[in-house]
């Protein structure tokens, strides 16, 4: 069995602030993870993801993400967000030989003027 | 390039009616889902197409039916349509049965069961 915790479902923060969304993650074998956004009235579009090697990995728009193993973690991070970042993120999860994307339950970012 | 293309956008049922929710996708990809998104829930899996002639029941089948009509197509049948069913669905493809390049998604059918 997997599952995709993701911690806030709602996350504010002023314009040009860091910000960094959490996930975990669940899983009996090894993982492939990503992060999509959502905005308004509108689909899914792949952020970033990780498959294997570097634990960091950088995404669009200014976006990037750090695999821990022993944590079991897969946080999502942005150094400065701005208006336009007004979304909601949602990390996923697909275990080796699986053929389901598991999703989270997805977290607001409201961005601040 | 359009992608994947959802139709209808909006639609209101009674409860006991019957629709069919319409996926195409112009990428040639293989695999094809359906989910469905209920606020604070994220989204649920329906249905998937691993690849063209198959069909695999996901977390939430009960209520729905699928066709994979052919490679571009996969549409999402409600048989006798109940408020619970009171969604957004979102029809999604991806290159191969492992995703690892990323699902490329619709834009939604929200659907309102009355």
């Known amino acids: 069995a997997q599952s995709v915790t993701q911690l806030d479902s709602q996350v504010p923060v002023f314009e040009e602030a860091p910000v960094e969304l959490r996930c975990n993650y669940s899983?009996?074998?090894?993982?492939?993870l990503f992060w999509y956004v959502q905005y308004p009235n509108q689909g899914l579009q792949l952020l970033l993801k990780?498959?294997?090697?570097?634990?960091l990995v950088k995404g669009i728009n200014g976006f990037e993400a750090e695999f821990n193993k022993s944590q079991t973690s897969f946080h999502l991070r942005k150094p400065s967000v701005h208006i336009s970042d007004t979304a909601e993120y949602f990390c996923?999860?697909?275990?080796?030989?699986?053929?389901?994307?598991?999703f989270g339950k997805g977290t607001k970012l409201s961005v601040i003027p | 390039n359009a992608g994947v293309t959802q139709t209808p956008k909006f639609q209101v049922l009674k409860t006991g009616q019957s629709m069919t929710l319409q996926c195409a996708q112009d990428?040639?990809?293989?695999?094809m889902y359906w989910y469905r998104q209920d606020p604070g829930m994220g989204l649920r899996l329906i249905y998937y197409?691993?690849?063209?002639?198959?069909?695999d029941k996901g977390e939430v089948p009960n209520g729905y039916n699928v066709s994979r009509l052919n490679k571009r197509e996969f549409s999402l049948r409600l048989e006798s349509a109940a408020p619970s069913q009171t969604s957004v669905y979102f029809c999604?493809?991806?290159?191969?049965?492992?995703?690892?390049?990323?699902?490329?998604f619709g834009s939604g059918t929200r659907l309102t069961v009355v």
């Open positions: 999604a493809s991806s290159e191969d049965w492992t995703g690892l390049d990323g699902y490329t």
């Open positions: 899983s009996s074998v090894s993982v492939y």
């Open positions: 990780y498959l294997s090697g570097s634990t």
């Open positions: 996923a999860l697909r275990g080796a030989g699986s053929y389901q994307l598991t």
């Open positions: 990428m040639n990809h293989n695999s």
């Open positions: 197409s691993a690849s063209e002639g198959t069909t």
